[in-house]
Structures are given as structure tokens and as C-alpha cells.
Nanobody
Framework: QVQLAESGGGSVQAGGSLRLSCAHS????????MAWFRQAPGKRREGVAS???????DYVDSVKGRFTISHDNAKNTLYLQMNDLKSDDTATYYC???????????????????YGQGTQVSVSS
């Protein structure tokens, strides 16, 4: 079973940057997807960015060009670099893992069944 632990959230002004980290432990199959989700108060959880074990990445349109997802295999850590933050980015951010043998990750096909505890990101305008 994979365990996930996020860190790096905080408060920042609009236009600022933050980097989230997600350290993971436990056995991971060779086929996997990892992703960042977020949930704002009163809103549904949404997928923000995903990364396939091959390195292929995908982003929701609202963060393209501003957020970058990456994974360091040596450190067993998932990252989300967030630049040019906007007030709409305010949410609790969760990293997630799912076993996946397909060619690309997406938020419809992949069942992300392990989530971290979340880290809060607050952006003031």
C-alpha cells in the first residue's frame, strides 16, 4: 500500500509562487499515475495535473502554463510548482496515486485510490 504525505502549502499574494511536495512510501507497481487534486470550500474536488510513470504530463486548462508537475524517482517525491498564482487557486491540495497500465493518465479512466492528507494553499488578491 502506498502512503502519501504533502507539504509546502501556505499563503501567498496573487502573482506569487509555491511548490508543493508529496513524499511517498510503500510498494509501487511499474505502471502508475500520480496527480494533484484540489478542493475549494463548497466546490467539487478537481484534478489539476497528472504524471504518468513514463513522464507524460497532463494539466487542466485553468493551470496550463502556470503549474508544472514533476516526479523525482530517486527521492520518491511528487512536486507541483505553481507560478502566477490567482485567488481562484485557493484550495486544499491533495496528491494521489493510482495503479495504471495505460499509455497516458487522465482523470476519467484512472482510479486514484490513495490520497494524502492535503495541504492548504491560500492566495490573496
Amino acid at each position: 500500500q502506498v502512503q502519501l504525505a504533502e507539504s509546502g502549502g501556505g499563503s501567498v499574494q496573487a502573482g506569487g509562487s509555491l511548490r508543493l511536495s508529496c513524499a511517498h512510501s510503500g510498494h509501487m507497481f511499474n505502471g502508475w499515475c500520480m496527480a494533484w487534486f484540489r478542493q475549494a470550500p463548497g466546490k467539487r474536488r478537481e484534478g489539476v495535473a497528472s504524471i504518468h510513470n513514463s513522464g507524460t504530463t497532463d494539466y487542466v486548462d485553468s493551470v496550463k502554463g502556470r503549474f508544472t508537475i514533476s516526479h523525482d524517482n530517486a527521492k520518491n517525491t511528487l512536486y507541483l510548482q505553481m507560478n502566477d498564482l490567482k485567488s481562484d487557486d485557493t484550495a486544499t491540495y491533495y496528491c494521489a496515486h493510482g495503479v495504471w497500465w495505460g499509455p497516458r493518465c487522465d482523470f476519467v479512466s484512472v482510479q486514484f485510490d490513495v490520497y494524502g492528507q492535503g495541504t492548504q494553499v491560500s492566495v490573496s488578491s
